[in-house]
């Protein structure tokens, strides 16, 4: 059946109202970002906040063109950005795949369930110099770093959607002879990929956050060390400059996060 005009002007209305408020929401994200830096400079600049502590953006912009143009910015951005897409990539992988196993084993799960308990309670930031004694000062253990602090709550997050799936698509998939293998292929995992995605996002954080601790404690290179070689210093434009670079690319990286998921229900929504 053809829809109606009205129904079609409804729609039109709709569609064109959600286009507005995407630009009013553009426009107010834009809004607060030139008055917080805008009062940044202003209160630098008047000296009612300490300049030397707080810096100023004019100052930060000028020691970015300034690392842009000697080529130390890609250096340590480089170090950064590799250590933390292989501790995302390995904490999300790592995590799902012991999920997996634990949902395929619910008897291994009942007997490890008060030990990923106790380890997502405990503090990894707490486990670096572990690390770093058993891996070595190298970069296998910041990416080590970048992945453990992710990998124990993605098995937890993932399995718990493992196991929320509504039993009755198993029994169907079983109904028609479905192996365990093919349940899980067929319903557990694609079911699971609105969890796994907001993991995903979660693990941005928590990668880059694991990475800059590893680089703190072991690093020469690197966002991390340029932070704390600015406090040893005392040159917090350098400081500032390094969190302004890792926000951005975080940012970045959460959004690549968000497009493969709007592929994923795209995908989805046609199949």
Do not use: C
Not at 88 to 112: H, R, Y
Not at 184 to 204: D, G
Not at 241 to 254: E, K
């Amino acid at each position: 059946m053809k829809p109606t005009n009205k129904t079609e002007l409804l729609h039109q209305a709709y569609i064109r109202s959600l286009k507005r408020e995407g630009r009013w929401v553009r426009f107010y994200q834009l809004i607060i970002f030139v008055v917080f830096f805008a009062s940044w400079e202003f209160l630098s600049r008047m000296q009612w906040i300490d300049p030397m502590i707080f810096s100023a953006p004019s100052k930060v912009w000028a020691l970015f063109t300034e690392k842009i143009m000697n080529g130390s910015l890609f250096i340590d951005l480089g170090y950064t950005l590799t250590e933390t897409i292989f501790g995302f990539l390995l904490g999300t992988i790592i995590g799902t795949i012991l999920a997996a196993i634990l949902w395929w084993s619910p008897f291994l799960s009942k007997v490890l369930d008060p030990y990923l308990v106790v380890l997502n309670s405990m503090p990894k930031v707490a486990l670096g110099p572990i690390l770093i004694v058993a891996l070595g000062p190298t970069m296998t253990s910041i990416v080590a770093m970048g992945a453990i602090i992710s990998v124990i709550i993605t098995t937890i997050v993932v399995y718990t959607s493992f196991r929320e799936v509504d039993e009755n698509y198993l029994r169907v998939l079983q109904t028609f002879g479905a192996t365990r293998f093919q349940s899980f292929r067929e319903a557990i995992l694609p079911a699971s990929f609105p969890t796994i995605i907001s993991t995903l996002k979660v693990n941005v954080g928590l990668s880059w956050v694991g990475v800059i601790v590893g680089e703190f404690l072991v690093s020469k290179r690197g966002l991390g060390y340029m932070i704390i070689y600015g406090f040893q210093v005392f040159n917090f434009t350098l400081v500032l400059l390094s969190l302004l670079v890792i926000a951005i690319f975080a940012t970045i990286m959460y959004q690549l996060v968000e497009l493969l998921e709007k592929k994923l229900i795209k995908n989805g929504s046609r199949n």
